[in-house]
T-cell receptor
């Protein structure tokens, strides 16, 4: 299957700071999604973004498919942004199977 | 819409017992997925259905695991007999399509086998 590497593994920020999370993947993909797992364990879909750029409020994401990476930007961090951010990818031969990275643990302090 | 609904939220059972996890997908979603999350292996797909038909079950660990989707609004994941290594959080997710749309996850079932 596709290898997915996320960095950094841990990130600690003060409220109001900006951050960039990275996701590298080992093969061409036609499905890429970013999720936030909150401290209660709920997985929330943030973006479906196999290519291009999208923005949703303070969050934005960019995927450069030809170079096999995706970036998630969080601006003006809030304590509610804390949790684990996962990148998940899928490709044609195993369509429907998302391969998840190990995640970035984000902690935002007030 | 109430989202993807899973039950129970928590399950504690003794080794050797049968465990059944339940999932109600979002109405109108044609795809349903079962994922498992452990510290060791992270999030991994167990099986997914399209229009109630199992499409890819290659992630099902062994014969002790089985999944069914008798209709568009209900799916079960059964473990019989359960073992301590089955302890994990089991997530159900649904989607309108395989690509082009994000997947919606349920709140998960935390299973502990003692």
């Amino acid at each position: 299957g596709i290898q997915v590497e996320q960095s950094p593994p841990d990130l600690i920020l003060q409220e109001g700071a900006n951050s960039t999370l990275r996701c590298n993947f080992s093969d061409s993909v036609n499905n890429l999604q970013w999720f936030h797992q909150n401290p209660w364990g709920q997985l929330i879909n943030l973006f479906y973004i196999p290519s291009g750029t999208k923005q949703n409020g303070r969050l934005s994401a960019t995927t450069v498919a030809t170079e096999r990476y995706s970036l998630l930007y969080i601006s003006s961090s809030q304590t509610t942004d804390s949790g684990v951010y996962f990148c998940a990818v899928g490709e044609g031969s195993t369509l429907g199977r998302l391969y998840f990275g190990r995640g970035t643990q984000l902690t935002v302090w007030p | 819409d109430a989202g993807v609904i899973q039950s129970p939220r928590h399950e504690v059972t003794e080794m050797g017992q049968e465990v059944t996890l339940r999932c109600k997908p979002i109405s109108g979603h044609d795809y349903l997925f079962w994922y498992r999350q452990t510290m060791m292996r992270g999030l991994e797909l167990l099986i997914y259905f399209n229009n109630n038909v199992p499409i890819d079950d290659s992630g099902m660990p062994e014969d002790r695991f089985s999944a069914k989707m008798p209709n568009a609004s209900f799916s079960t994941l059964k473990i019989q007999p359960s073992e301590p290594r089955d302890s994990a959080v089991y997530f159900c997710a649904s989607s309108l399509v395989l690509v082009g749309y994000g997947y919606t996850f349920g709140s998960g079932t935390r299973l502990t086998v003692v």
